[in-house]
């Protein structure tokens, strides 16, 4: 069965810190596409970044990057120079097999302290 | 703006009761999904829809029911058989297509007095 698993339940950086959540998933099927979603306190859920499982290149959206090894079957989200809007609650998900809705991993909880 | 609407914010329910919650999208979207956040356990599938008149059902479906009778709405009905029905609950929709994630609702607070 196909699964995600995040195994920070939180983080803590400082301003203009890198830093890196992690992410690895299960599944036996070759073709998978992985996405990161951030959800403020407010609680609407914002997608940050996209990698499909044939992507040559990591995906990168800005500040956001995408550490894609595939062999070690993680996907670890890279914030670069952090902002204290970056206090938020960050997921993981896969499509699942089907290619018909994603599963989500439980999060992570990023603090940005000033 | 295209975007979708998830009525209302808050939801108070008696035991016992029936209620639905509201999602709607003006985004033409094909699919639409309904999840349930409960602290510390991330998001869970209840049920989707990827055309009108049609819907499956997720990973914990039970104690739910959903209708999908127009593209733009996808009403989510917590039942009484529903034992724990006190969480958040996320509707999102999305078009066809692989490299294709989610817009999301902002989302109903659903707690059971």
């Known amino acids: 069965a196909q699964k995600i698993t995040q195994t920070q339940p939180g983080m803590f950086v400082q301003e203009k810190e890198a830093v890196t959540l992690d992410c690895t998933y299960d599944?036996?099927?070759?073709?998978?596409?992985l996405f990161w979603y951030k959800q403020p306190s407010s609680g609407e859920m914002i997608f940050l970044i996209y990698q499909g499982s044939y992507d040559q290149q990591n995906a990168t959206e800005g500040r956001y990057s995408l550490n894609f090894q595939k062999a070690r079957k993680s996907a670890n989200l890279v914030i670069s120079a952090s902002q204290l809007g970056d206090s938020a609650m960050y997921f993981c998900a896969m499509r699942d097999q089907a290619g018909t809705a994603l599963i989500f991993g439980k999060g992570t909880t990023l603090s940005v302290s000033s | 703006d295209g975007g979708i609407t998830q009525s209302p914010k808050y939801l108070f329910r008696k035991e016992g009761q029936n209620v639905t919650l509201s999602c709607e999208q003006n985004?033409?979207?094909?699919?639409m999904y309904w999840y349930r956040q409960d602290p510390g356990q991330g998001l869970r599938l209840i049920y989707y829809?990827?055309?009108?008149?049609?819907?499956q059902k997720g990973d914990i479906a039970e104690g739910y029911s959903v209708s999908r009778e127009k593209k733009e709405s996808f009403p989510l009905t917590v039942t009484s058989a529903q034992k724990n029905p006190t969480a958040f609950y996320l509707c999102?929709?999305?078009?066809?297509?692989?490299?294709?994630?989610?817009?999301f609702g902002s989302g109903t607070r659903l707690t059971v007095v």
């Open positions: 999102a929709s999305s078009i066809r297509g692989e490299r294709n994630g989610y817009t």
């Open positions: 985004l033409n979207h094909d699919a």
């Open positions: 599944t036996s099927d070759p073709s998978y596409g």
């Open positions: 829809s990827q055309i009108v008149n049609d819907f």
